[in-house]
């Protein structure tokens, strides 16, 4: 255990509820300590909880952008304080698009500021013996051994996540937030609450994506015709052998394909050959939504417009929710497929990593009204127009919207291509279920 426990690293999210965040990070390293206690180790690094904080993209708005600077810092401290041995902070830009130099450069010197001017990292634990600190420290530790215990009951983390306990929870809480912000109960700065007349334009990052395939495609073909293809061949199938009968050291195959300038997609068509491929289909949470939303008035009449779409067509108005190419930041995606569906949506959410043909192909299968396209990578000028083009071959006349991380300047593009809506961060769900109902064909027959 002294040989294993002390390279363990941890990954901790920081929002926006400051003493809340740094209370984590302390108990967390309660409960690490506590939990090592059973192996009996004997350096005191195995008892020591290392951890590696970024800031949240959560609480990053695309409205009066400059805010998310002040966000980010706040974030930034409540990791430190909480004794952070890492940290990775967000650029203000990042619910527009893709960071620019000067937006990361910001994002890098909010930390070297609170390293080398701000003094704080100078003490151990400085919010250590605060009363208020203390208890939430305390609270933690015993709601998360709660957890932990039920967790445990359930048979462990893997088959929780089988009977979907953590991401119920998740998306409880997502669902509730949600919710508040949308009811005002808690404020968002120049969201929900002190609005400026004008949000500002900032200079967003704008990336050449076909350049930027094809460099890579051009890469790759250097390295195939520079490389031993038959030792190639036969260090993938060794992986193969390794990964399907358990004899052998996995990553030592895999480091060896990878010196041999094997690719990680043929690593990962290696490994595929042995155990086949995860569904990464995520199932929905029925009821967070409605339950977090209770008696509220627009959720009340945008279900009731659902209802009146039902009985004039004899169904509920179908939504595919999808995510293409590379980008598996899946958060938002989730949040409005479990929203859509508990309005009366029928709602389906792709899996991870489609390409345009797979997801045209599965909205005519499902002969779905909408297509939702959630995308937060950069690679919507490209994906997009493909899928728009993968429906029309098809004969498919399904209503297509965008949400996520667009620039303001690619919306009039997508537009152009055929998009019918962009909703961007912040956005109202009910308000963006009622425009989306008003685009469906069929409604006022």
Not at 20 to 28: C, I, P, T, Y
Not at 408 to 426: M, S
Request: hydrophobic share 40%.
């Amino acid at each position: 255990m002294d040989a294993f426990a002390p390279r363990l690293s941890f990954f901790f999210c920081i929002g926006m509820n400051f003493f809340m965040e740094v209370a984590k990070l302390r108990a967390a390293r309660i409960l690490w300590a506590e939990l090592m206690e059973q192996f009996d180790p004997k350096k005191p690094a195995s008892s020591m909880l290392r951890m590696h904080c970024q800031t949240s993209g959560v609480s990053l708005q695309a409205q009066d952008p400059y805010n998310n600077v002040v966000r980010t810092t706040i974030e930034a401290l409540a990791g430190v304080l909480g004794g952070t041995q890492s940290l990775h902070t967000n650029s203000f830009d990042e619910a527009i698009a893709l960071p620019t130099p000067f937006s990361a450069r910001i994002a890098r010197n909010t930390q070297t500021i609170i390293a080398e001017e701000s003094q704080i990292t100078r003490t151990v634990d400085p919010l250590g013996g605060s009363y208020f600190v203390e208890r939430l420290t305390a609270d933690m530790v015993a709601a998360a051994r709660r957890l932990i215990e039920e967790v445990e009951q359930l048979g462990g983390m893997t088959a929780a996540i089988a009977q979907g306990m953590p991401m119920r929870r998740i998306e409880e809480s997502s669902a509730r937030r949600q919710a508040r912000v949308e009811r005002g109960e808690d404020t968002v700065v120049g969201v929900n609450k002190y609005r400026p007349e004008d949000d500002g334009q900032v200079e967003a990052l704008e990336i050449d994506n076909s350049r930027v395939r094809d460099a890579q495609i051009g890469r790759l073909a250097e390295v195939r015709a520079r490389r031993d293809q038959a030792t190639v061949d036969r260090v993938l199938e060794a992986l193969t052998r390794v990964a399907r009968g358990g004899a052998g050291n996995l990553l030592a195959a895999s480091i060896e394909a990878a010196e041999r300038r094997a690719t990680v997609g043929e690593i990962s068509d290696a490994l595929e050959a042995a155990w086949g491929r995860h569904d990464t289909r995520p199932a929905l949470v029925p009821g967070v939504y409605s339950s977090a939303y209770g008696d509220h008035e627009g959720f009340r009449v945008v279900r009731d417009e659902i209802g009146e779409f039902r009985d004039l067509e004899g169904r509920p108005p179908s939504v595919f929710v999808v995510k293409m190419g590379q980008d598996g930041h899946d958060r938002g995606a989730k949040a409005i497929s479990n929203a859509f569906n508990d309005l009366g949506f029928d709602v389906e959410m792709s899996p991870l990593f489609l390409t345009a043909d797979e997801a045209a192909a599965r909205t005519s299968e499902l002969e779905a009204d909408v297509v939702g396209v959630s995308t937060l990578a950069g690679a919507h000028r490209t994906l997009v127009p493909e899928l728009i083009d993968s429906l029309r071959a098809r004969g498919n006349d399904a209503v297509v919207v965008c949400g996520g991380v667009i620039p303001e300047r690619d919306h009039q593009f997508l537009l152009d291509c055929g998009v019918r809506a962009i909703f961007g961060p912040g956005t109202d769900i009910l308000q963006a279920a009622s425009a989306i109902m008003k685009m469906i064909p069929g409604r006022n027959r």
